[in-house]
């Protein structure tokens, strides 16, 4: 269980660009930094495009004044003058930006914990790989879901083979929040819908890759061969990009899967859903229930196992932090996506890579994988709708 004492020596020193006042995201990476004081420190900001906006909202985070930046490349300049300088920043902005921001922290030897998803194209992760490997450089990604303790313990359960052979996958991610049209929608839509600024895709990218990463965690032996994306603007101003998708895939253990996504889903307040069926026994899971597990066996009264319990597997009670009586929720999913990155970023400084080739947090191979899934959707999108072969 974990109960907030340091794991890494020091805490890092941590920045944000991005993520202000006008921001969606920018509290989550916070609370997910800041849940143990033991993994990161606030030290600097370029939280804002109006850059007296965003240091009226750093002073108000507490954030020195002196160390409060107009935009990232001021931020990088100054920092890398200061003995005390920052460690790692992290990218709370739109995707278009993501790469560009990357790059300038990873060549001025910052570490980097980005949005999702990563980049436009699996060839802009690849150019970012091989810049952190020749910098010795960490690059985390914002995976936030998969920090929480049941999604670990459906991983371990796999693993062990409880389910048999896995057959069937069955995931949703649904919202209905673009129900309407974007007459008055917020800046924060309004990119998100905009292919310059969006990149190929709305829907699949901004909440899809979720689904994606998640599935990779659990069943990391499985692997698509191929898919079939069905994708659509209902509302027409959004067009070329999706705001509902069907994702049909084929695993190459002749397992089948199914993912949708949406957000034109109406009434509907926001919810995951993951089914994992093997030939033994089915488990389900939902962020809506996050301290639930259900688990089938075929012939045998379903259970229910509730996070935090001593019947669950070592893999899950070890990322737990609130203990069975009380539920854990999306911000301790995140403390744990951070944790496990300050890990990843205290061992690379120590040089130990023996502890990052066993240690488990979302990085550039995740980012890369969940961008290679986005450009085989809209592959088979753009085709009609086609199979197409997983490249």
């Not at 599935?215 to 191929?226: A, G, R, T």
Request: proline share 4%; hydrophobic share 40%.
């Amino acid at each position: 269980m974990l109960n907030g004492e340091k794991l890494i020596q020091r805490p890092l020193r941590w920045g944000m660009i991005g993520g202000g006042r006008t921001g969606q995201v920018g509290y989550k990476h916070r609370t997910g930094a800041l849940r143990d004081n033991t993994a990161y420190q606030l030290v600097c900001g370029a939280f804002d495009l109006d850059a007296e906006r965003g240091r009226d909202f750093g002073q108000n985070l507490g954030v020195p004044s002196e160390r409060l930046y107009d935009d990232y490349k001021a931020l990088i300049a100054a920092e890398a003058q200061r003995e005390d300088g920052v460690e790692v920043l992290s990218i709370a902005t739109p995707n278009f930006t993501h790469f560009e921001i990357t790059k300038a922290c990873l060549e001025a030897g910052i570490h980097v914990i980005c949005e999702k998803p990563l980049f436009f194209t699996v060839a802009e992760c690849e150019e970012v790989a091989k810049l952190a490997q020749e910098k010795g450089l960490i690059v985390g990604v914002t995976y936030g879901f998969t920090g929480h303790p049941l999604v670990h313990q459906m991983a371990a359960m796999v693993k062990k083979g409880l389910l048999g052979e896995i057959r069937i996958v069955d995931m949703q991610y649904s919202h209905g929040f673009n129900a309407g049209d974007d007459t008055d929608a917020g800046e924060a839509v309004k990119w998100r819908t905009n292919p310059l600024t969006a990149g190929p895709t709305f829907v699949l990218g901004d909440i899809g890759t979720h689904l994606y990463y998640l599935s990779e965690v659990v069943m990391p032996e499985l692997k698509i061969e191929k898919l079939l994306c069905d994708r659509k603007a209902f509302i027409p101003s959004r067009a070329p990009l999706e705001d509902h998708a069907t994702v049909l895939m084929h695993y190459n253990n002749g397992a089948r899967g199914r993912l949708w996504v949406s957000s034109v889903n109406a009434g509907n307040m926001g919810s995951q859903r993951y089914r994992f069926v093997g030939s033994k026994a089915s488990i389900e899971w939902s962020d809506a229930h996050p301290d639930q597990l259900i688990y089938e066996v075929q012939g045998e009264p379903n259970q229910v196992l509730h996070h935090g319990m001593p019947y669950l597997e070592e893999e899950s009670l070890a990322v737990d932090r609130m203990g069975a009586l009380h539920t854990e929720g999306l911000g301790d999913s995140w403390a744990n996506i951070y944790l496990w990155i300050a890990q990843a970023i205290d061992a690379k400084q120590r040089g130990d890579e023996a502890f990052l080739a066993t240690h488990h947090y979302p990085g550039i191979e995740a980012g890369t994988e969940g961008v290679r899934w986005l450009e085989n959707c809209v592959r088979s999108a753009d085709a009609g709708a086609a199979w197409v072969d997983f490249e």
